[in-house]
C-alpha cells in the first residue's frame, strides 16, 4: 500500500525519513494519533476476556515512572550526602 497508510514496524529504515514527512504533526493530527494508541493499548491490554493483570500493572508503572521524573529535582535536592 501506499507508505502514509503503513505502520512504522512496517516501515523500512531507508523510507523512514520519507513516511515521518507524510505524517501529520498538527495539533488535531498529534491528538488523533494519541487516540488511535489509547484505544489500541485498551483493546489489547483492558478490554479482553480473559485478561490478566498486565495492562493494569503497565499503567500503575508508566505513573510511578512519571511522578519520578516530574519529583526528580525535589527529591534530589533532599538527598542525605557525605560531602556537600
Known amino acids: 500500500g501506499p507508505l502514509s497508510e503503513r505502520p512504522l514496524l512496517e516501515v523500512r ?3 523512514l525519513h520519507s513516511w515521518i ?7 488535531q ?4 494519533a494519541a487516540q488511535r494508541a489509547w484505544s489500541s493499548y ?3 491490554y483492558i478490554h479482553v476476556r480473559q485478561g490478566g493483570p498486565a495492562g493494569i500493572s503497565m499503567l500503575l508503572a508508566g505513573y510511578c515512572l512519571l511522578s519520578y521524573g516530574w ?3 525535589h527529591l ?3 538527598r542525605w ?4
Open 29 to 32: 493530527g498529534l491528538l488523533g
Open 76 to 78: 534530589k535536592q533532599h
Open 81 to 84: 550526602r557525605k560531602y556537600h
Open 21 to 27: 514527512s507524510t505524517c501529520n504533526f498538527s495539533a
Open 71 to 73: 519529583n526528580y529535582q
Open 13 to 15: 529504515l531507508g523510507e
Open 42 to 44: 485498551c483493546a489489547k
